[in-house]
């Protein structure tokens, strides 16, 4: 049976109940539109109003409306033609009645950042274990884990790094934070780096990429000095393409890399911060942060998260792992830059 159900369209001939859930106007409209299934089928509850261009997010107290999987933002056609921060507790769902473009300069950014996860990050984590102290000595704390596992943290000495916590469910959400380093001297253990959020692009008619949609964990911060372990990477969110219409350019990035860990500190240095899941205009490995012992790489492209390495000092933080990016519904991602890959 064809799902009638993955798209709610636009121009419903009669008031099927298969159509539109909900019913349809005299002339034919669906009184609810939809995109996706199943899980991660999204409803609108009204009509936008219009066209947007899209600025900054705030997912907390600027969503249009609120279904059980995140905040919407919605309009009739919707771009993105500028850097646009997305942040707040929910994840990000934008969803145009007719076409959402995003242009070449136009990046949706819902990476784990510095001070905070992107949207919607770091809700139903499963549990790391925390990294150990003993004689003076820290543990690195472990990676995120999100679709794939984070990577365990190194040891520092006689103290045992994190282990990371299990790899959660492929359904829409953000990213989960890694786990700080565990102090050798007072307050040197690194902090872990934030998760990145979630975002979900619908559209009833189409959607057209040129440019980035960026959800990558933060790396994990370095070590202070006296043997502190490094703080773990975070991991990738989650970015979901609904539409029966997909076109995209090559410049296009989709990215939920995991964050490098940081390193672990000597007795006098201090261990490097992680780099960050998403860095420049290219795809590339997050690197752990050098140090006494050197931060695990986070999870890119197929390669998975790293753990941290190990040593007398303070150690080494694992990498986070990766999200997920998936479409539903027409076409592919093929010709854009994704990492990792799409399912």
Do not use: W
Not at 99 to 111: E, M
Not at 316 to 332: E, K, P, Q, T, Y
């Amino acid at each position: 049976m064809v799902k009638l159900l993955l798209f709610g369209l636009a121009a419903c001939t009669t008031a099927n109940p298969a159509f539109c859930p909900t019913g349809a106007t005299a002339d034919g409209a669906c009184i609810v539109e939809c995109v996706g299934d199943g899980a991660e089928q999204v409803c609108l509850q009204a009509t936008p109003p219009g066209p947007k261009t899209l600025t900054n997010v705030d997912t907390t107290n600027g969503c249009d409306e609120l279904v059980d999987l995140g905040c919407v933002i919605a309009g009739t056609d919707i771009t993105i033609a500028s850097h646009i921060t997305v942040r707040g507790s929910r994840p990000l769902i934008i969803l145009a009645t007719g076409t959402l473009t995003i242009t070449a300069a136009g990046i949706v950014d819902a990476n784990g950042a510095g001070d905070q996860p992107g949207a919607g990050g770091n809700v139903a984590c499963a549990p790391a274990v925390a990294p150990a102290t003993a004689m003076m000595h820290g543990g690195g704390g472990a990676g995120g884990s999100s679709a794939t596992g984070g990577g365990n943290g190194g040891n520092g000495g006689m103290a045992m790094g994190g282990t990371a916590g299990a790899s959660t469910s492929t359904t829409f959400h953000g990213g989960c934070n890694g786990d700080d380093g565990a102090d050798g001297g007072p307050n040197t253990g690194g902090a872990g780096g934030f998760g990145g959020g979630g975002v979900y692009l619908g559209a009833i008619h189409a959607i057209a990429i040129s440019g980035s949609v960026l959800v990558s964990g933060g790396g994990g911060a370095g070590a202070k000095a006296q043997r502190g372990g490094g703080g773990g990477g975070g991991s990738g969110g989650a970015i979901v393409v609904a539409t029966p219409m997909l076109t995209v350019a090559t410049t296009a990035r989709l990215v939920a890399n995991g964050g490098g860990g940081g390193g672990g500190a000597g007795g006098g240095g201090t261990g490097v911060t992680g780099t960050a899941g998403t860095t420049s205009t290219t795809i590339g490995e997050p690197h752990g942060g050098l140090g006494a012992a050197f931060g695990g790489s986070g999870a890119y492209a197929t390669k998975p998260a790293a753990g941290g390495l190990t040593s007398t000092d303070g150690g080494g933080g694992g990498g986070g792992g990766a999200g997920s990016i998936r479409v539903l519904g027409g076409g592919s991602l093929a010709g854009a830059q994704v990492s990792p890959p799409a399912s």
